[in-house]
């Protein structure tokens, strides 16, 4: 099952890494017009219908975790950060390796 990323929330079901497909998910009653994620994304909008969901990919680069959704009331309506949706807790911190 690949990464799916919630549009009311930006939470991530697993983390996300330079490359990784994923899926944002769009349990809301409203098509959502997710544009300006070109920071992190290969394309720079996606379309995600409501109760659908709309396949992604991360760029090989990332340098920003933000977004913009339209209508912006379905980003974390009543929570924090109202209208500002960004992706939380992108990053696995970097791993050790031995050196043999």
Known sequence: MPTTVNVANGVPSAHLNAGDHFVWVNNTSNDVAISNCGGFCVASSYTVNKNSTSP?????????????????????????????????????????????
């Open 56 to 100: 992604a990919q991360v760029n090989q680069s990332p340098t920003n975790w933000s977004f913009s959704e339209d209508p912006s009331s379905t980003w974390n309506p009543g929570g924090p950060h109202p209208g500002l949706p960004h992706i939380s807790n992108p990053n696995r911190p970097a791993q050790d390796k031995e050196v043999a």
